[in-house]
């Protein structure tokens, strides 16, 4: 029962979309109201009308990455899992570069010797035709 002093708010949801976008400070408020002693999940589920997994789900991410993993609402990758990523982007970029140096130098070879006339035009012949 609401006093006078109180205000109760009443949300009403029109149009054709069938989910409420929750910004990352709402969530993180919504999720503080659970760690309130006394307070429960199921409560404050109801109290917004959301389903407790995604109150769960919230709490998870904000416990692991705070706000900014409520935010993008994705998972949160640990630092170690994320330096180890990074340096294995290092090596493959490495890897990429001399690679494109590989070929480069061959064009060139291919280039010099196509114009002394040492490589022909012709498709090479296969490993059988030499037996």
Known sequence: MTSINEVEYIEVISGSQRRRRWTAVEKARIVQETLQPGMNVSYIARKYELSASLIFTWRRRMKEGGIQAIQADDEVVA????????VHIRELERML???????????EA?????EKKLISRTPLLEMDDFE
């Open 97 to 107: 570069g001399k690679k494109t140096m590989e070929v480069e130098i061959l064009g």
């Open 79 to 86: 630092a170690s899992e994320l330096k180890k990523l990074k």
């Open 110 to 114: 291919v280039k010099v010797g196509r």
